[in-house]
T-cell receptor
Framework: GAGVSQTPSNKVTEKGKYVELRCDPISGHTALYWYRQSLGQGPEFLIYFQGTGAADDSGLPNDRFFAVRPEGSVSTLKIQRTERGDSAMYLC????????????FGNGTRLTVT | DQQVKQNSPSLSVQEGRISILNCDYTNSMFDYFLWYKKYPAEGPTFLISISSIKDKNEDGRFTVFLNKSAKHLSLHIVPSQPGDSAVYFCAASANNAGNMLTFGGGTRLMVKP
């Protein structure tokens, strides 16, 4: 069965540009999470969706970051006016619900801001 | 302030021996703990978990121990196999936070044949 799919796998952009990162969760999973992993560190929580709504966005670092999940399936993480410090691996994960069901992670999008 | 810490960035073990990976946490609200394994160029995969009402959970070669008073957990892998070579992340969450996980920095395990 298909796992969590993230596209693109790599994205290089110039400082100040806008980027969109896409996540296709496992079919039927209602909960979707975005994490960010910087080099040498563990993943850090950004935002999670239950269905179409953002249930908790407390991990978003600032208002340049925004995410949507309009139909309760695919999600897009949007970053405006990118900065070099935004360079990281962006991981998406899904789970059947909002309890402690284990997260299924995608392979991530490696974002590099030059 | 790191709420979940893995103080050993790397660990090297001989095949067949036991691997012990350690994790410490500071937030007393954490009541669910997990270990994830990550191979290069792949996302983390779930390995094993433990609720704070238990002090041990076992799944095949993998056992997680939780010491709530010390705010410490450990993952034991026995016997270790070369395919276990990966980065292992400890993670924790509070009961009302579902899968909003706080991860440690990871420990790179190398199992030598």
């Amino acid at each position: 069965g298909a796992g969590v799919s993230q596209t693109p796998s790599n994205k290089v952009t110039e400082k100040g540009k806008y980027v969109e990162l896409r996540c296709d969760p496992i079919s039927g999973h209602t909960a979707l999470y975005w994490y960010r992993q910087s080099l040498g560190q563990g993943p850090e929580f950004l935002i999670y969706f239950q269905g179409t709504g953002a249930a908790d966005d407390s991990g978003l670092p600032n208002d340049r970051f925004f995410a949507v999940r309009p139909e309760g399936s695919v999600s897009t993480l949007k970053i405006q006016r990118t900065e070099r410090g935004d360079s990281a691996m962006y991981l998406c994960a899904s789970s059947p619900g909002t309890d402690h069901s284990p997260l299924h992670f995608g392979n991530g999008t490696r974002l590099t801001v030059t | 302030d790191q709420q979940v810490k893995q103080n050993s960035p790397s660990l090297s073990v001989q095949e067949g021996r036991i691997s012990i990976l350690n994790c410490d946490y500071t937030n007393s609200m954490f009541d669910y703990f997990l270990w994830y394994k990550k191979y290069p160029a792949e996302g983390p995969t779930f390995l094993i978990s433990i609720s704070s009402i238990k002090d041990k959970n076992e799944d095949g070669r993998f056992t997680v121990f939780l010491n709530k008073s010390a705010k410490h957990l450990s993952l034991h892998i026995v016997p270790s196999q070369p395919g276990d070579s990966a980065v292992y992340f400890c993670a924790a969450s509070a009961n009302n936070a579902g899968n909003m996980l706080t991860f440690g920095g990871g420990t790179r395990l190398m199992v030598k044949p």
